[in-house]
């Protein structure tokens, strides 16, 4: 049974950091495409930012130079550093998974990705 479980949302003003962690269970994730995704309301679920197998990682144009997506292995964990955020940057966050298909090259559509956690929500004051 896989399973995700996103934390470290909360409420921030905007120029604050927020790191968002992902915990996996039931398989090895580092063999798999990771991504976080965010969707604010009204508004269809957009991939963040995505992690592959081999290390390789793809940002979406609005958080390139501004989040990092990262992972530890050992603790199967997944990571997003998100800094000077924005009221834009408003939303629930996700994590998920590609268990299906290549790890490498991953892709930022949320259709693509089987497994998903609950969010986590972050909102950002300006």
């Known amino acids: 049974q896989v399973q995700l479980v996103e934390s470290g949302g909360g409420s921030v003003q905007a120029g604050g950091s927020l790191r968002l962690s992902c915990v996996a269970s039931g398989y090895r994730h580092s063999m798999y495409c990771m991504g976080w995704f965010r969707q604010a309301p009204g508004k269809e679920r957009e991939g963040v930012a995505t992690i592959g197998g081999d290390g390789g990682t793809s940002y979406a144009d609005s958080v390139k130079g501004q989040f990092t997506i990262s992972r530890d292995s050992a603790k199967n964990t997944l990571y997003l550093q998100m800094n000077s955020l924005k009221p834009d940057d408003t939303a629930r966050y996700y994590c998920?998974?590609?268990?299906?298909?290549?790890?490498?090259?991953?892709?930022?559509?949320?259709?693509?990705?089987?497994?998903w956690g609950q969010g986590t929500q972050v909102t950002v004051s300006s």
């Open positions: 998920a998974a590609k268990t299906t298909g290549s790890w490498l090259r991953c892709p930022r559509d949320y259709r693509d990705y089987n497994y």
